[in-house]
């Protein structure tokens, strides 16, 4: 099963139709991919506060040390793989409730894999953090 983003993102009805139709020993595929997109978001923002910085109104730029950043990071990684964890087991857990019959958690996690993919491609503004930026495309 090829995994790509911009065919998610532009096409998906035919990746949300490869993911119905796999079977779950075929979806464990996408934990590198998830691996991998959730560390897009951390070293965008790391990066983007140890080297750019921001500036609050006219105030003076606000840089934050690397081993304070690393911290906060890591930490941001657990959370997004915890998330979208969880989030894919309450998918398996509504799955059965109403009725699906073809159901894993694999299968929930990998869903909310390929739903996140936006979102974690819009990680990318931390390179640059500027407040009204990311306030924008993040809406």
Known sequence: MLINPLTLIFNSQRQWQELASAPSSKLWAFIPYLLFMALIPCVAWFYGTTEVGWTIGDGDLIRLTPESAAYIAIAMYIAILCCVSAIGY????????????????????????LTTTPFF???LTGFY??????FVLGI
């Open 90 to 113: 309450s998918v398996h857990w509504m799955a059965a409730t109403y009725g699906g019959s073809n159901s894993s958690v694999i299968k929930g996690i990998s869903l909310t894999a």
């Open 121 to 123: 491609l819009l990680g």
């Open 129 to 134: 953090p500027m407040f009204w930026v990311d």
